[in-house]
């Protein structure tokens, strides 16, 4: 009568195919996943970031730069991210690449007043402000310390594009005018100008020079120019006049003797008597052979009647 029992031991073919059925369900789920999921990141929020910050977030994010644009905004701070595309929060394939735009700031900046700032200081301003330093001129100023800007053309206030180039002056301090101090002894030298403002340094070697031994031969900053005060002068000390012989020029016509004496590093002093026919030079004032200072003043005597 009844229905036969299945054998024991073998498991029902409903059973085998509902457990194929799940691990097929399973199997395609994960693959679905992967594809619509597992292959794809989702691009970071990078509105306000720098560039830099930017580039490093999207690296680590396994993501790159399509490139990099830049455009005005008076909503983002120059040199911060603006805009990227795809925008923050869209996933992407996890080898893409994102475009992202820099703020350049305003349309239109006001150059800031910085007259008496450091120049470095005055530079570093104008960069945050988004325009760019320009040519640096110096002058004297009684007012403006050393270092630091008298103006700026365009002026303070004035509205620039950014990126507009701006020129600066700047102080070279107070204006010194520096006196001659050659031949004087050098403390003396160095005192006068010390007590004008001035800063005195000593040249390394000392020089043959006209002057005594000790006084100053030579000076860095000539006579007569304007320096700033707190500059440097750089005093050269005389070792006194080189010792040269002199030629004997007795029985010279004169002007032989004077040519004579000058190229061998002397002056000339012609001694002429009230009457005379001669240019034959009849003596010298120091006699050939001997040594004398250079530039001395060598007096030559022409034979009277």
Same mark, same amino acid.
């Given at each position: 009568?009844?229905?036969?029992?299945?054998?024991?031991?073998?498991?029902?073919?409903?059973?085998?195919?509902?457990?194929?059925?799940?691990?097929?369900?399973?199997?395609?789920?994960?693959?679905?996943?992967?594809?619509?999921?597992?292959?794809?990141?989702?691009?970071?929020?990078?509105?306000?970031?720098?560039?830099?910050?930017?580039?490093?977030?999207?690296? *680590?994010?396994?993501?790159?730069?399509?490139?990099?644009?830049?455009?005005?905004?008076?909503?983002?701070?120059?040199?911060?991210?603006?805009?990227?595309?795809?925008?923050?929060?869209?996933?992407? $394939?996890?080898?893409?690449?994102?475009?992202?735009?820099?703020?350049?700031?305003? *349309?239109?900046?006001?150059?800031?007043?910085?007259?008496?700032?450091?120049?470095?200081?005055?530079?570093?301003?104008?960069?945050?402000?988004?325009?760019?330093?320009?040519?640096?001129?110096?002058?004297?100023?009684?007012?403006?310390?050393?270092?630091?800007?008298?103006?700026?053309?365009?002026?303070?206030?004035?509205?620039?594009?950014?990126?507009?180039?701006?020129?600066?002056?700047?102080?070279?301090?107070?204006?010194?005018?520096?006196?001659?101090?050659?031949?004087?002894?050098?403390?003396?030298?160095?005192?006068?100008?010390?007590?004008?403002?001035?800063?005195?340094?000593?040249?390394? *070697?000392?020089?043959?020079?006209?002057?005594?031994?000790?006084?100053?031969?030579?000076?860095?900053?000539?006579?007569?120019?304007?320096?700033?005060?707190?500059?440097?002068?750089?005093?050269?000390?005389?070792?006194?006049?080189?010792?040269?012989?002199?030629?004997?020029?007795?029985?010279?016509?004169?002007?032989?003797? $004077?040519?004579?004496?000058?190229?061998?590093?002397?002056?000339?002093?012609?001694?002429?008597?009230?009457?005379?026919?001669?240019?034959?030079?009849?003596?010298?004032?120091?006699?050939?052979?001997?040594?004398?200072?250079?530039?001395?003043?060598?007096?030559?005597?022409?034979?009277?009647?």
């Amino acid at each position: 009568g009844g229905r036969r029992s299945a054998p024991a031991g073998r498991p029902r073919r409903g059973v085998l195919l509902v457990v194929v059925g799940v691990l097929l369900a399973l199997g395609i789920g994960t693959g679905v996943w992967y594809i619509n999921s597992g292959q794809f990141t989702k691009v970071p929020n990078l509105l306000g970031k720098t560039e830099e910050q930017a580039r490093t977030q999207l690296s *680590e994010a396994g993501l790159g730069v399509k490139g990099v644009d830049r455009k005005f905004s008076d909503a983002f701070e120059r040199g911060t991210v603006m805009n990227t595309d795809p925008p923050g929060g869209r996933r992407i $394939r996890g080898n893409g690449a994102v475009l992202i735009t820099i703020s350049r700031g305003p *349309e239109v900046v006001s150059v800031p007043n910085l007259k008496g700032r450091p120049l470095e200081e005055a530079k570093q301003e104008l960069a945050r402000t988004g325009l760019a330093p320009g040519v640096v001129t110096q002058a004297f100023s009684q007012d403006v310390a050393q270092g630091s800007v008298i103006s700026t053309n365009p002026a303070g206030g004035e509205k620039r594009a950014p990126d507009t180039a701006v020129a600066f002056v700047v102080s070279k301090g107070r204006p010194v005018p520096v006196p001659g101090v050659t031949g004087l002894p050098f403390e003396q030298a160095k005192a006068t100008l010390e007590g004008l403002g001035l800063k005195v340094a000593t040249a390394p *070697e000392q020089v043959n020079a006209p002057s005594d031994p000790g006084t100053v031969a030579n000076q860095s900053i000539g006579a007569g120019t304007q320096a700033a005060a707190g500059d440097t002068v750089t005093l050269t000390v005389s070792k006194g006049p080189r010792q040269l012989p002199v030629p004997n020029v007795v029985g010279q016509d004169v002007d032989d003797a $004077r040519r004579t004496l000058e190229a061998a590093g002397f002056k000339v002093k012609v001694d002429r008597p009230l009457i005379t026919f001669s240019k034959t030079v009849d003596a010298q004032s120091v006699l050939a052979g001997q040594t004398a200072a250079e530039g001395l003043t060598i007096t030559i005597r022409i034979k009277g009647l």
